[in-house]
């Protein structure tokens, strides 16, 4: 009889529990990050490890270590912006370093398509950074100007003289006509004939 109670008890926590788990299955499921999600924190956490390595190499001089170790991090599709900007900057100040000016505005410029408003001060970055930083925002902003805004008056200019020349040139060919409209006014009219 011990036995038949033992294994009644058994069946329903072994039911309990088989339910208990298709719902949370069932509840639960939406919660859990997807599969390629999992993948994307990883890489980001390897790729933030690898970055730490790389700005360890820069301090310790190994520029090139610095920038292989960066750029395999930068090979990963599923990075945040954040981190992706993070590389960059180390890969500006790589750059800098081997006084590759030209390498390091075509990383700035990348780290400006994916901040726009980035501005480092000379507290986060080295003063060469800074200064390439604000050259290439003034260059943008140059670009996306209107052309009305960068030099549009020039044209009005060009315009309103060569209305002006046009006038001045009308006048004078006009002008001669008047003069011989004057001559023709100061002759004297006949006297009209005298009526009955």
């Given at each position: 009889?011990?036995?038949?109670?033992?294994?009644?008890?058994?069946l329903e926590n072994i039911s309990r529990f088989l339910i208990t788990c298709f719902l949370a299955m069932l509840f639960l499921e939406p919660l859990i990050p997807a599969q390629g999600m999992l993948i994307a924190s990883d890489d980001n956490s390897t790729?933030?490890?690898?970055?730490?390595?790389?700005?360890?190499y820069y301090y310790d001089g190994k520029i090139e270590l610095a920038?292989?170790?960066?750029?395999?991090?930068?090979?990963?599709k599923n990075i945040d912006d954040t981190i992706k900007i993070r590389a960059f900057k180390i890969l500006v100040r790589t750059q800098l370093a081997r006084e590759d000016i030209q390498s390091a505005k075509q990383f700035v410029n990348k780290i400006l398509d994916l901040n726009p408003s980035y501005q480092p001060t000379i507290e986060?970055?080295?003063?060469?950074?800074?200064?390439?930083?604000?050259?290439?925002?003034?260059?943008?902003?140059?670009l996306n100007q209107k052309p009305e805004e960068q030099g549009g008056?020039?044209?009005?200019?060009?315009g309103a003289g060569g209305v002006a020349?046009?006038?001045?040139?009308?006048?004078?060919?006009?002008g001669n006509g008047n003069k011989e409209k004057?001559?023709?006014?100061?002759?004297?009219?006949?006297?009209?004939?005298?009526?009955?």
């Open positions: 009889m011990f036995r038949i109670i033992k294994n009644k008890f058994l790729c933030l490890e690898q970055l730490d390595q790389a700005e360890n920038i292989n170790l960066t750029m395999q991090c930068l090979k990963n986060e970055e080295i003063p060469q950074m800074v200064n390439i930083v604000t050259e290439i925002k003034k260059e943008r902003e140059k008056t020039n044209w009005f200019w060009i020349a046009v006038t001045v040139f009308a006048l004078v060919i006009s004057k001559e023709d006014e100061q002759k004297e009219l006949p006297t009209p004939p005298v009526f009955p």
